[in-house]
């Protein structure tokens, strides 16, 4: 049996033929000097690589030239210092008398080497680092310094991008939809305000869930909500069969009227909170368990026993929970009209409050945003960097599945 040959491995002499440059960097090496950055060896190195194929760039230009019966020759060199992912380049670019090469490696208003510069700033801006944070990173990690005008003007190239995702087409039906806000602080005007950042987070009728979209506004408010909803069936969504909000007033109404099928699902969790936000430390677990056989009661009426049982209970003390559960009522209990494996997926916003959380936590460090696009551009690219956490197939989708065909059936099966 022939023994495969080993490769044979590139020596230093093959690398370097120079003897001099070779003896220098080996000597830089043993002294412990920075590979990579301003003055680091391999920086060096690539510099002169660089600067050697512009030569040979124009080397051959001129030869196309000559063949071509043409009149050319050299004139100088521009120089010019380029960023790069390993430290500042000092190159020479070759010039001729009529203008006629065009240098390929690192055009004529070229300022960057392609490296993959860009990505790198995108890749730092998506994990909430502000402008200077990026800045300071760079000149750490790379010896590179780079402007804060240059860093936005990176950004800025994904505003298209961020257009024409905000504005694609949609899925004609939806089996969930969740509605939620979360605030964030802008400057304008030369003040600091607070603005809702409204997120519309669905599950298709494949069991993907997806963001419909992302919306700027001053306050969180149902009017808003609605233009929203207006939005997203101008975009193609026909139906959505659940829509799970927090307790805003006047959300029923503004649903019904964009989307009159659809069952509005008010958030448990949300109601629960809101109940037990001042009952006493001594009582809180005893409250919650008696509340807890309200919505885990088997149907509507056995959940309607439960509220009883827990007002001749607690009513003397927290005269105030009771109330709240019954003007809810069928927005609270429409869940119930629907099997276990449907009631998981609606009876809480928890899935866009677990988006919101991956947003805040990237966003976290940031106390104000110098105005909305900034905090738009950063928000969309954190959603994309992390989008394995919240673009994936729901959970026990198979059984979901044959449950909103027996409950829905056309109504449902038109969009698969």
Not at 252 to 279: G, W
Request: proline share 2%; net charge positive; with cysteine.
């Amino acid at each position: 049996m022939e023994r495969k040959k080993r490769e044979k491995r590139a020596r230093l002499t093959d690398l370097i033929p120079d003897d001099k440059r070779r003896a220098e960097i080996v000597s830089r090496l043993y002294k412990g000097d920075p590979i990579v950055g301003e003055g680091g060896i391999f920086t060096d190195m690539l510099q002169a690589m660089v600067n050697a194929a512009l030569e040979g760039e124009m080397d051959e230009s001129l030869r196309l030239i000559k063949e071509s019966n043409k009149d050319d020759r050299r004139n100088g060199h521009t120089h010019k210092v380029i960023k790069s992912r390993v430290g500042p380049l000092e190159i020479q670019t070759p010039r001729d008398r009529e203008g006629m090469h065009d240098p390929i490696l690192v055009k004529k208003w070229d300022r960057e080497l392609g490296t993959g510069m860009d990505d790198i700033i995108l890749s730092l801006y998506a994990r909430g680092h502000s402008v200077e944070d990026v800045r300071y990173q760079l000149r750490q990690l790379y010896g590179v310094e780079v402007s804060a005008g240059t860093i936005s003007a990176v950004t800025d190239r994904i505003w298209p991008e961020i257009i024409e995702w905000q504005q694609r087409p949609l899925a004609t039906g939806y089996a969930v939809v969740y509605l939620d806000a979360i605030h964030y602080k802008v400057r304008e005007d030369g003040k600091v305000i607070s603005k809702a950042v409204y997120t519309v987070y669905g599950i298709t009728v494949d069991g993907m869930r997806d963001i419909l979209g992302l919306y700027l506004g001053e306050t969180e408010g149902s009017r808003q909500w609605g233009l929203i909803l207006e939005d997203i069936k101008r975009r193609g969504v026909e139906d959505i069969l659940f829509i799970c909000v927090d307790g805003l007033t006047g959300f029923k109404d503004v649903i019904e009227k964009v989307y009159p099928m659809t069952i509005i699902q008010r958030c448990v969790v949300h109601l629960i909170r809101n109940s037990t936000q001042f009952v006493s430390y001594k009582d809180i677990r005893q409250v919650c368990a008696d509340l807890r056989k309200i919505y885990t009661a088997a149907n509507r009426q056995q959940a309607s026993m439960a509220l009883e049982a827990f007002g001749a209970r607690w009513d003397k003390k927290y005269k105030e929970i009771r109330p709240k559960w019954e003007a809810n009522w069928q927005e609270v209990m429409a869940f119930m009209d629907y099997g276990e494996n449907i009631r998981r997926i609606i009876y809480t916003t928890n899935p866009v409050e677990a988006l919101h959380r991956v947003m805040r936590k990237i966003t976290k460090s940031k106390g104000a945003w110098i105005n909305d696009k900034g905090l738009m551009k950063q928000l969309y690219l954190a959603l994309m960097n992390t989008r394995k956490s919240w673009e994936r197939k729901t959970f026990n989708w198979l059984k979901i599945h044959e449950e909103l065909i027996d409950q829905f059936a056309d109504r449902y099966e038109k969009h698969l």
